[in-house]
């Protein structure tokens, strides 16, 4: 299985920070990485697609980059509804697998 | 605009066998290119896929449930369910369907989510 590590695993920031966070796969996985946010009771929602490309309806404030092994979802103003549970996936090969989450809290 | 909702009970006994379906609204389960999925998030811990369903029937399972887990598709009323058999207190999860496109895996939409507990 493709093991998927997100670090830091919490932060806290304030409101208008620029956050920058990391997902990690053990191995090659391309582009094929998904970005999610999850809030509390609610069912997580698709963010980032194919490493880079931002889900229509998904603010521009976020953004995603990286390939291979390496992958990093920015956040380049945090807003009040941003703090959440962000969790990366990898859609390279099954069994499909998440990182641990990275929560995002108030500074 | 394709809505998905779980639906099952919420207390399960251990050893017994969790059911759950997953109803779709807004789109066909019998459509090409969608995979119909299942993932959980057991209490304070990530997302767990668990498999899915092509409308042909084909199935993918996540070996670490695999001998345990069924995933079926009733096209006729557009709903697909999963079957978790012999659970213990590991099992107690919020569980999710969601739709992910065959050529990318990547899941959208996702429904609200239904809690299982296994307890006596």
């Known amino acids: 299985d493709i093991q998927m590590t997100q670090s830091p695993s919490s932060l806290s920031a304030s409101v208008g920070d620029r956050v920058s966070f990391t997902c990690r796969a053990s191995?090659?996985?391309?582009?094929?990485l998904n970005w999610y946010q999850k809030k509390p009771g609610k069912a997580p929602s698709l963010l980032i697609h194919?490493?880079?490309s931002l889900q229509s309806g998904v603010p521009s404030r976020f953004s995603g980059s990286g390939s291979g092994t390496d992958f990093t979802l920015t956040i380049s103003s945090l807003q009040p509804e941003d703090f959440a549970t962000y969790y990366c996936q990898q859609s390279y090969t099954t069994p499909l697998t998440f990182g641990g989450g990275t929560k995002v809290e108030i500074k | 605009q394709v809505q998905l909702q779980e639906s099952g009970p919420g207390l399960v006994k251990p050893s017994q066998t969790l059911s759950l379906t997953c109803s779709v609204s807004g789109g066909s389960t019998s459509s090409d290119g969608y995979y119909w999925s299942w993932i959980r998030q057991r209490p304070g811990k990530g997302l767990e896929w668990i498999g899915y369903?092509?409308?042909?029937?084909?199935?993918y399972y996540n070996p670490s449930l695999k001998s345990l887990v069924t995933i079926s598709v009733d096209t006729s009323k557009n709903q697909f369910s999963l079957k978790l058999t012999s659970v213990t207190a590991a099992d107690t999860a919020v569980y999710y369907c969601?739709?992910?496109?065959?050529?990318?895996?990547?899941?959208?939409?996702w429904g609200q989510g239904t809690l299982v507990t296994v307890s006596s």
């Open positions: 194919a490493a880079s």
């Open positions: 969601a739709r992910a496109a065959a050529a990318t895996r990547w899941f959208d939409p």
């Open positions: 369903i092509y409308h042909t029937g084909n199935t």
């Open positions: 191995q090659n996985i391309f582009t094929n």
